[in-house]
């Protein structure tokens, strides 16, 4: 059909992903003007789907949270609507993974292979979980791939909701409140404006760079001798 823009290949969908992230403000704006207040909605579903489903770990998190705020600086979004819409979809979202967590996590994380669940991630978020142990459910916000996973580890690792819903509930408003803070108040500032697709990865960037390090340093641990491995 002569005119039709829908992807005509996989690679399609994976470059449209790609400038829709590396373009977020002008994607957002877009958003705004065409659907009005359901973007509050879209947005929300966007943030509980990369929090409270284990299986989309790649959706934009951080950077799209700094571009939301951008957007409500220019008066197109309530900011104070829009902070606390995402605050609730971003607790939402981790309670739902951890509830997950907790009625198949067990026999995921014995499992050999898992089909829909990358096993490394899962080991990886277990590791961490197990370094810094119930502040992890903070700390991962800030940790893309690992705030997808946290919950779900937590809740197959048997943590009471109790303990888990106080620090969901600090991390869900602390990581809402400062990327779409740093969005509103530097987001439509002349040299973030010009320079947008380079903050947005340096945000993704710094945002992995933890992770990283941790990775980095994990096999360096293994590549040593037994007898050179420091003890526990």
Known sequence: ?????????????????????????????????SYGIWTYAILGLIVFAETGLVVTPFLPG???????????????????????LLMVAAIVGDTVNYHVGKYIGPRVMRGEKTRF??????????????????????LARFLPIIRTFAPFVAGAGAMTYSRFILYNVVGGVAWVASFVSLGYHFGNLA?????????????????VLPGIIEYVKARRADALPEVEKPLA
């Open 1 to 33: 059909m002569e005119g039709d823009l829908r992807p005509k290949d996989p690679m399609d969908y994976i470059r449209y992903f790609i400038d829709f992230v590396l373009h977020l403000d002008k994607h957002l704006a877009e958003l705004t003007q």
């Open 62 to 84: 951080d950077s799209l949270l700094f571009a939301a705020g951008a957007v409500a600086s220019l008066g197109s979004l309530n900011v104070w609507l829009l902070a606390g």
């Open 117 to 138: 669940l990358n096993k490394k991630h899962l080991e990886r978020t277990h590791a961490f979980f197990e370094k810094h142990g119930g502040k992890t459910i903070i």
């Open 191 to 207: 040299v973030v404006k010009k320079n947008f697709t380079l903050v947005i990865i340096a945000i993704v960037f710094l945002s």
